[in-house]
């Protein structure tokens, strides 16, 4: 029953042919037996989870049918949760229980899910392999000397190995989509403010977005419908009409234009990938769909732009981690300036105090216009190129990484790791959504193809993604985990 996509658990569950509580019981067992192998979780809830799908079936016989009513879920260690560990995979954090929840998590709440833990995930939301948490490294289930991706890879690696339904995860430059190609889940990451940042740690205000880590894109029209909106709580949350983004899944895709850039097909592209990647655009040409290429000429300025401007505001968000109100406070100082220093270099890892550097260095006096001005001017010039394809095609369609898992510890230069992002951080930037969908294995790990529409356009996005499942099966592939049966 676990390895079901949460609309046919959905189903299930209204059809009586499980309960919730039994469907959690067995998600709780499989973590138990698989976690310690995968270290996808930094929390388990296991009473308050039972609670929660005791009320959920109560719900249900009281005739509530909510399409999440009962589905067991997984959260992201950067989300808020009321009475639970919220730790952003930080020692800075290590001990922090959050006194609220998220607007992600409390409108999840009221749809009735389960909510089973809390996952893994780079510190701060700040890598691209999920291997710089203070609580270790998350493996891949395709592969266990493997990175998931990250920074959401402790959501990737729980859904992928059916530890949870499905997952919330966030995406700065990418931390949604490319861990949901490693791991060969869906990932989808909404237009800037479709979802509310209120309750979710941030790390660079201005490019963060929440979104759901699932099965497929029907699962992710079923999470979106629950957490999109305005939240008047969140000042970056856009007051811009919702759609039912189940509703047009089954559209036709006849005369769809879809645009191939030539940037993302060229130098650095895995060979196998990029064919896995080229099959996959036939099955929409079957469906009607015609391609052309195009065009993003400043996309090869994004991955500088981003590591100019995610630092700068990563310098100045992270600034209130001082030791004074909460979080980690080192031992015995001798003076405040003392805590202040001890407190943040005991308390950051390597890649956040990287970053802080790097942040601080850019919004100092004489280096502002020369960085991170600048570094906003190329943000808009990358607007621009996506604003000018979009006037020729609906989607735009290329690689989600360029190839498949690498090994853990492989990539010990932080620039080479930087060029993880390369297909997706433009994306951010300019502030449009994206979904990665699994579209092919190479050497037995899959690859994902990655789509961008235009902005607000996350109900087309869906309903293209959708469509592609419905003519191939690289969404229902399995990693080989032997485990005894849960």
């Known amino acids: 029953m676990i390895e079901k996509t949460v609309a046919e658990l959905s189903a299930a569950l209204a059809a009586g042919d499980i309960s919730s509580v039994e469907l959690t019981q067995t998600y709780l067992n499989r973590i138990g037996q698989l976690n310690s192998e995968l270290n996808a979780f930094i929390t388990v809830c ?4 039972m609670q929660q799908a005791n009320a959920a079936d109560t719900a249900r016989a009281g005739g509530d049918s909510g399409a999440l009513l009962g589905i067991p879920i997984a959260h992201k260690d950067i989300f808020c949760t009321e009475g639970v560990l919220t730790t952003c995979g930080s020692r800075m954090l290590h001990n ?59 959501s990737a690696a729980a859904v992928a190995a059916d530890l949870c339904a499905m997952a919330t995860g966030t995406d700065t430059g990418g931390s ?21 940042r209120w309750g979710m740690v941030a790390f660079a205000s201005s490019l963060d977005q929440a979104g759901p880590l699932t099965k497929s894109a029907e699962d992710a029209a079923l999470m979106l419908n629950a957490i999109a909106g305005l939240d008047e709580k969140d000042s970056t949350s856009i007051d811009t009409p919702t759609d039912d983004y189940t509703a047009g899944l089954n559209n036709s895709l006849e005369g769809l234009k879809i645009g191939i850039p030539r940037q993302h097909f060229a130098e650095g592209l895995n060979s196998e990938v990029e064919q896995s990647i080229r099959d996959a655009l036939k099955e929409y040409e079957k469906l009607g769909a015609t391609i052309k290429e ?24 992270l600034s209130r981690f ?13 003076d405040l ?29 004489g280096f502002y216009d020369a960085y991170y001005r600048k570094a906003q001017k190329i943000r808009r010039l990358i607007k621009n190129d996506f604003d000018e394809a979009f006037k020729e095609v609906d989607v735009i369609i290329g690689p989600t990484s360029p190839h498949t898992a690498f090994e853990l510890g492989s990539k010990s230069d932080p620039v080479a790791m930087y060029l993880e992002d390369i297909y ?9 959504p994206g979904i990665s969908v699994p579209a092919g294995l190479v050497d037995g790990l899959p690859i994902g193809m990655h789509m961008v529409t235009n902005d607000f356009e996350e109900s087309k996005l869906l309903n293209i993604a959708h469509k592609f499942q419905q003519s191939t099966d690289w969404h229902t592939r399995k990693p080989a985990i032997k485990t005894e049966e849960a």
């Open 322 to 334: 001082d030791g004074v109100r909460y979080g980690y406070r080192c031992e015995d100082p001798v």
């Open 46 to 49: 296991e009473d308050s989870a």
């Open 337 to 365: 300036e003392d805590m202040y220093k001890r407190s943040r270099s005991e308390g950051f890892g390597d890649e956040v105090k990287r970053r802080i550097l790097v942040g601080t260095y850019a919004l100092s006096a």
């Open 96 to 154: 922090f229980v959050s006194p609220y929840n998220a607007t992600v998590v409390e409108r999840l709440n009221s749809a009735g899910v389960v909510t089973l833990g809390k996952t893994n995930m780079d510190e701060f939301a700040m890598g691209s392999s999920n291997e710089t948490s203070f609580f270790g490294d998350v493996r891949n289930p395709w592969d266990t000397k493997r990175v998931p991706g990250g920074s959401s890879g402790g």
């Open 294 to 317: 195009i065009d993003l000429p400043n996309n090869h300025l994004s991955v500088s732009a981003y590591y100019v401007v995610a630092p700068a505001e990563a310098s100045a968000n």
């Open 176 to 196: 949604i989509r490319q861990p949901a190609a490693f791991c060969g889940i869906t990932g989808f990451k909404p237009s800037y403010g479709r979802v509310s």
């Open 424 to 432: 997706t951080i433009a994306v951010n930037l300019a502030g449009l």
